[in-house]
């Protein structure tokens, strides 16, 4: 277990009864649950579970057909100010390949009204010092990734969301993206790592939200290896798969 650490104010996110269909697909249904200021938190699910349309809706690109979704005190993102609050790595899109590093931050730092030293911070948080005359076309995906996180940390914001951090990254990037999300807690950040890394997500993480349309577990990480006996794996593939043949699974809370 991790230490404690103080939360920064507000950064709170609250799911209460939301449910999304596409045609005749239900994507979401009813789903309800809160992350802890200052956690970190692991969404957890099989392919189609509905983990990517619950990152939308909370990031304001999806609309729930019905309840509703709470980031940092207001709708999911819907105010300039709060944008600047919440930082997010989904994939490295919109990174254009022929700029160099620090001219994607300079890009991004200006489109958040940012000031310019924030640049070099968030390089030196993420391990970029010496390549920032590098072009993105040229980076690894290591690098990207770094880059993505930079441009996520550039607000200091008090959410941190990241979208399977992992892909694509050796054991040292691994080992790197792990102490930055523990340290990012430690400053009193909320971070939601979605992931299907059971065995990295055990090591970063305080609580499990375990999703396959419904929620079929939230509560703590502690809570749910208990529940398979010490292994998260066993626990995991318990729930998930006894979800398949039920249709409503009963909510599991720690």
Known sequence: MRPEHPPRAGGSVVFDGVSKRFGDHQALDAVSFALRPGKVTGLLGPNGAGKST???????????????????????????ERAQRVGVVMDAIGFHPRVTVRRQLEISARSLGLPSSRI????????????????????????????ALAVA????????I??????????????????????????????????????EVEQSVDDVVVLRRSVLFTGSLQELVRRGGGRLEDAYFALVEGATAAPRPEVTRA
Do not use: F, Y
């Not at 690109?61 to 993102?77: F, K, M, N």
């Open 162 to 199: 990241l979208d399977e951090p992992l892909n694509g990254l050796d054991p040292d990037g691994i080992r790197w993206m792990r102490r930055l999300v523990e340290r990012s807690a430690d400053e009193g950040r909320t971070v939601l790592i979605a992931s299907h890394m059971l065995s």
């Open 153 to 160: 940390l550039l607000p200091d914001p008090e959410l941190l």
């Open 54 to 80: 619950l990152l939308r809706i909370l990031l304001g690109l999806a609309r729930p057909d019905a309840g509703s979704a709470e980031v940092l005190g207001g709708e999911p993102l819907s105010a300039p």
């Open 120 to 147: 070099a911070e968030v390089i030196g948080q993420v391990g970029l010092d010496g390549a920032e005359r590098k072009r993105v076309k040229a980076c690894s995906t290591g690098m990207r990734q770094r880059l």
